[in-house]
């Protein structure tokens, strides 16, 4: 079994900042192996697709245009988890976040995701 279990979404208003978690569990998932997993965050926002927001991969990371300069992931591997640090939000930020993780590359076809957590970005 694999889990990957998000926290840290909530309600928060413009220009603010939240950090979200993910711990991932199970087998797929030993202290070794998990340093080896790319490791992504995408969101979907009500009535659009699915899109990608942050990745890491072997110490590098890749964003989407949209989140640039304002998001950070990274991930603490002695504790299987992944953080994305999102900050001055926008209302357009608002959706669910979903932590996925991968042997080999992020996109849609990740191996593993998490429920997701609602982020609301609102005044």
């Known amino acids: 079994q694999v889990q990957l279990v998000e926290s840290g979404g909530g309600l928060v208003q413009p220009g603010g900042s939240l950090r979200l978690s993910c711990v991932a569990s199970g087998r797929a998932f030993s202290s070794y192996t998990f340093s080896s997993y790319v490791m992504a965050w995408f969101r979907q926002a009500p009535g659009k697709e699915r899109e990608f927001v942050a990745a890491?991969?072997?110490?590098?990371?890749y964003y989407a245009d949209s989140v640039q300069g304002r998001f950070t992931i990274s991930r603490d591997n002695g504790k299987n988890t992944v953080y994305l640090q999102m900050n001055s939000l926008k209302p357009e930020d608002t959706a669910v976040y979903y932590c996925a993780a991968d042997p080999k590359n992020y996109g849609q076809h990740m191996n593993f995701w998490g429920k997701g957590t609602l982020v609301t970005v609102s005044s």
């Open positions: 890491t991969r072997w110490g590098a990371t």
